[in-house]
C-alpha cells in the first residue's frame, strides 16, 4: 500500500454526530445527506464528504461507538432539525493512504495502524483518523467506492 506524508488544510465543516452501533451509521449519514440535497450542496469538489472516526467499532462497544459525518462547508449554520453543526476538522500533518472497495472493510486504516505505523518512526497525533469519501451516490458500486484515508501525525 502507497503512503504518502501530507499536510491537510484546516476544513470547516458541516457535521453531524453518529453515537451509537455501526450499523446505523447510514442513517446518521443520510441525515446530512437530506439537508444537503435541501441546501443544493451539489458539487463534489466543493462539497467533499469525510468521516471523523472518534473510535475503533472493531474494538469499541457499540453504544460508545462515535462518528462525525461532514461536509466541507464555508458557510453559516442555522440551527436545524438534522442536528448539523459547523465544526473544523483541523490543519494537520497526516499519512495518507488509499483505500479502494467497501467502507464497511476499509483495509487501508487498519493497514495504517497495524502495518505502517509501528515500522515508520512516526507517532500518531491528537486528531482521530479521518476519511475523505472521494466518490459517493446512490448508484456507486462497493468496488467503485474510493476513501482516502488520513493518519493525523505529530
Same mark, same amino acid.
Given at each position: 500500500?502507497?503512503?504518502?506524508?501530507?499536510?491537510?488544510?484546516?476544513?470547516?465543516?458541516?457535521?453531524?454526530?453518529?453515537?451509537?452501533?455501526?450499523?446505523?451509521?447510514?442513517?446518521?449519514?443520510?441525515?446530512?445527506?437530506?439537508?444537503?440535497?435541501? =441546501?443544493?450542496?451539489?458539487?463534489?469538489?466543493?462539497?467533499?464528504?469525510?468521516?471523523? =472516526?472518534?473510535?475503533?467499532? =472493531?474494538?469499541?462497544?457499540?453504544?460508545? =461507538?462515535?462518528?462525525?459525518?461532514?461536509?466541507?462547508?464555508?458557510?453559516?449554520? $442555522?440551527?436545524?432539525?438534522?442536528?448539523?453543526?459547523?465544526?473544523?476538522?483541523?490543519?494537520?500533518?497526516?499519512?495518507?493512504?488509499?483505500?479502494?472497495?467497501?467502507?464497511?472493510?476499509?483495509? $487501508? $486504516?487498519?493497514?495504517?495502524?497495524?502495518?505502517?505505523?509501528?515500522?515508520?518512526?512516526?507517532? %500518531?497525533?491528537?486528531? %482521530?483518523?479521518?476519511?475523505?469519501?472521494?466518490?459517493?451516490?446512490?448508484?456507486?458500486?462497493?468496488?467503485?467506492?474510493?476513501?482516502?484515508?488520513?493518519?493525523?501525525?505529530?
Amino acid at each position: 500500500m502507497n503512503v504518502r506524508i501530507v499536510e491537510f488544510p484546516e476544513t470547516k465543516v458541516a457535521a453531524v454526530e453518529h453515537c451509537g452501533p455501526p450499523e446505523l451509521e447510514q442513517e446518521t449519514a443520510r441525515t446530512l445527506i437530506v439537508w444537503k440535497l435541501e =441546501h443544493r450542496l451539489r458539487d463534489p469538489l466543493r462539497y467533499r464528504s469525510y468521516g471523523v =472516526h472518534y473510535t475503533d467499532p =472493531h474494538t469499541t462497544p457499540p453504544s460508545a =461507538h462515535r462518528v462525525d459525518f461532514c461536509l466541507s462547508f464555508e458557510g453559516e449554520i $442555522a440551527p436545524n432539525s438534522f442536528g448539523v453543526m459547523k465544526k473544523v476538522i483541523p490543519g494537520n500533518r497526516c499519512a495518507l493512504a488509499t483505500d479502494i472497495g467497501s467502507r464497511y472493510n476499509n483495509q $487501508a $486504516a487498519v493497514w495504517l495502524y497495524r502495518e505502517w505505523l509501528p515500522q515508520s518512526g512516526e507517532t %500518531p497525533g491528537d486528531f %482521530p483518523i479521518f476519511f475523505h469519501y472521494v466518490n459517493v451516490g446512490p448508484n456507486l458500486r462497493e468496488e467503485e467506492m474510493i476513501t482516502d484515508v488520513y493518519l493525523p501525525l505529530r
